[in-house]
T-cell receptor, first 111, second 113 residues
Framework: GNSVTQMEGPVTLSEEAFLTINCTYT??????LFWYVQYPGEGLQLLLK?????DKGSNKGFEATYRKETTSFHLEKGSVQVSDSAVYFC??????????FGKGTMLLVSP | GAGVSQSPSNKVTEKGKDVELRCDPI?????LYWYRQRLGQGLEFLIY????????KSGLPSDRFSAERTGESVSTLTIQRTQQEDSAVYLC???????????FGSGTRLTVV
C-alpha cells in the first residue's frame, strides 16, 4: 500500500535559518506529491505540489523536488520566518485513492 | 461559501453518547473527505464521497462510525456510543475531484470524557 514517512519533529530553528524537512514515500505507479501546512488553530492548506518526476513545486519561498530515484520530496526554504511556525504534512496521491499523509512535522521558528 | 465550514468547532461529550459532526463543502466541489487527526498522529482517512457514487467507507474504524452526504452538499459524520479513543480532531475536505488539491475545514475537536 501507499505510505509517507516524514522526519519527526519538532524542528526548532532561529529566524533566517535554512530549513529542510525530509519526506520519503512508497507507492505503486507514479503518484503526485504534496506538501500541506497547518497553522495553529487552522485547517490544512495546500502549500505546493509536483505531479511527475523531477518537477519542482514552489510557493511562499518553499520548494520541493520530486525525486523518483530516491522516492523523496524534501521540503526546503532558504530563510525561515517566525510566521512559518506550523505543522507540515507530506502527502501523496496515486490518482485512484484518497490522499495518504505522513504524520506531520512541527516547525518552531524563534526570533 | 468561500471555504469549507465545519461545526461545531469544539465538542465535549460523555462516553457512550452519540455525536454528529457537520461539514459544508465549497459549492461545486463534487468530492468530500473525512479524516481524523489524533494527537501526535498523522491524518487518518475515514470516508470519501464523490458525486452520486457509492462512498468509499474503507477507513471507518468501526460500525459506530457512519457518514452521509446529500448530493454534493452538506455531510454529517455520526459517531455512536462514543469512546475515549474517539477523541481527536475531525477534518473535512472537499475538492473538484482531481488528485490531491483538497481544501480543508478548520476541523471539529471532539473530546470524550
Amino acid at each position: 500500500g501507499n505510505s509517507v514517512t516524514q522526519m519527526e519533529g519538532p524542528v526548532t530553528l532561529s529566524e533566517e535559518a535554512f530549513l529542510t524537512i525530509n519526506c520519503t514515500y512508497t507507492a505503486t505507479g507514479y503518484p503526485s506529491l504534496f506538501w500541506y501546512v497547518q497553522y495553529p488553530g487552522e485547517g490544512l492548506q495546500l502549500l505546493l505540489k509536483a505531479t511527475k518526476a523531477d518537477d519542482k513545486g514552489s510557493n511562499k519561498g518553499f520548494e520541493a523536488t520530486y525525486r523518483k530515484e530516491t522516492t523523496s520530496f524534501h521540503l526546503e526554504k532558504g530563510s525561515v520566518q517566525v510566521s512559518d511556525s506550523a505543522v507540515y504534512f507530506c502527502a501523496l496521491s496515486d490518482g485512484y485513492s484518497t490522499l495518504t499523509f505522513g504524520k506531520g512535522t512541527m516547525l518552531l521558528v524563534s526570533p | 461559501g468561500a471555504g469549507v465550514s465545519q461545526s461545531p468547532s469544539n465538542k465535549v461529550t460523555e462516553k457512550g453518547k452519540d455525536v454528529e459532526l457537520r461539514c459544508d463543502p465549497i459549492s461545486g466541489h463534487t468530492a468530500l473527505y473525512w479524516y481524523r487527526q489524533r494527537l501526535g498522529q498523522g491524518l487518518e482517512f475515514l470516508i470519501y464521497f464523490q458525486g452520486n457514487s457509492a462512498p468509499d467507507k474503507s477507513g471507518l474504524p468501526s460500525d459506530r462510525f457512519s457518514a452521509e452526504r446529500t448530493g454534493e452538499s452538506v455531510s454529517t459524520l455520526t459517531i455512536q456510543r462514543t469512546q475515549q479513543e474517539d477523541s481527536a480532531v475531525y477534518l473535512c475536505a472537499s475538492s473538484l475531484g482531481g488528485p490531491g488539491s483538497y481544501t480543508f475545514g478548520s476541523g471539529t475537536r471532539l473530546t470524550v470524557v
